[in-house]
């Protein structure tokens, strides 16, 4: 009795703010209840699988799933890669100044996605930054985001920037724990650093890439704040994802809608995160 008491505090606030809402939501997602109904919630009539078809059968619920699985298709590798390259980096080949740049590289993590939007959308413009750098080269940039066909890839590009720091942190974690002397080891044996590499340490860091795998898929997935910023789910639902879907449903009062896109979303994570773990599993 005494060890229920002393837990309760959490109890109570874990079952009122967390697990409560989780399953009033899906209970809503069954339903047929909108914004009009909060009035009289004994009156929400029960509809099964209605909103989940109703979803489906939805052009633009269709084209927010494909354009966040493009979005994570596409991002997760590429962050991925560019992590593991900076935490490379920052293990062995930079000496000088080595806290500096891991600071600098994880200062995007912590800046305000509003500031951070700003400044990308004001780099973005046909007169930006990143056109007069293509400019240099003699080549013509496009309008990025009002262009459906880059609007997309400009928001992966600034996602990754913004991103990656995390990840890098968690690969400098699981190089700094690899042994040196497989290294020496191997490089006595003739192996060379790209042998090394692929051999040695890639396989070492499955586990570690499970972890920034499974962590950037649940962040990837609920692509949202990017395109509620800087292009509104536009142009022409190019970069609505099934967050913003769902943000939007909730707006228009549709709560079991909106509640519906929430779950498949989580289906996906979960499934995703299933996938990940049977493809990065280590074999004892």
């Not at 720091?165 to 020496?184: C, N, R």
Request: include cysteine; glycine fraction near 8%.
């Amino acid at each position: 009795m005494a060890a229920w008491l002393f837990c309760s505090p959490f109890l109570i606030f874990f079952f009122a703010f967390g697990l409560w809402p989780v399953l009033a939501s899906l209970l809503m997602s069954f339903t047929d209840i909108t914004s009009r109904d909060l009035r009289t919630p004994f009156g929400v009539g029960f509809v099964g699988l209605e909103n989940y078809l109703t979803l489906f059968a939805d052009d633009t619920f269709i084209r927010a799933v494909l354009n966040t699985l493009y979005f994570v298709a596409v991002g997760i590798p590429v962050t991925m890669l560019v992590s593991l390259l900076a935490a490379v980096a920052l293990n062995s080949g930079i000496n000088r100044l080595k806290a500096v740049f891991r600071v600098g590289y994880f200062a995007p993590v912590v800046t305000s996605i509003i500031a951070v939007a700003v400044v990308w959308r004001y780099m973005y413009q046909e007169d930006g930054l990143f056109n007069a750098a293509l400019g240099v080269i003699g080549i013509a940039g496009p309008d990025w985001l009002n262009d459906p066909a880059w609007s997309m890839p400009a928001l992966i590009i600034m996602a990754v920037w913004r991103n990656f720091g995390i990840p890098m942190v968690i690969f400098l974690a699981g190089l700094q724990a690899i042994p040196t002397e497989l290294h020496e080891a191997a490089s006595v044996d003739g192996a060379s650093k790209w042998r090394s590499f692929r051999s040695i340490t890639l396989p070492l860091l499955k586990p570690t890439t499970l972890v920034v795998a499974v962590l950037l898929s649940i962040a990837y997935l609920q692509f949202f704040e990017e395109p509620f910023v800087m292009t509104g789910g536009g142009p022409l639902d190019s970069t609505i994802s099934i967050g913003y879907y769902a943000y939007e449903q909730f707006g228009f009062g549709l709560y079991g809608l909106a509640s519906a896109a929430s779950y498949v979303l989580v289906l996906v994570i979960a499934l995703l995160s299933f996938l990940q773990f049977r493809l990065f599993r280590t074999r004892s």
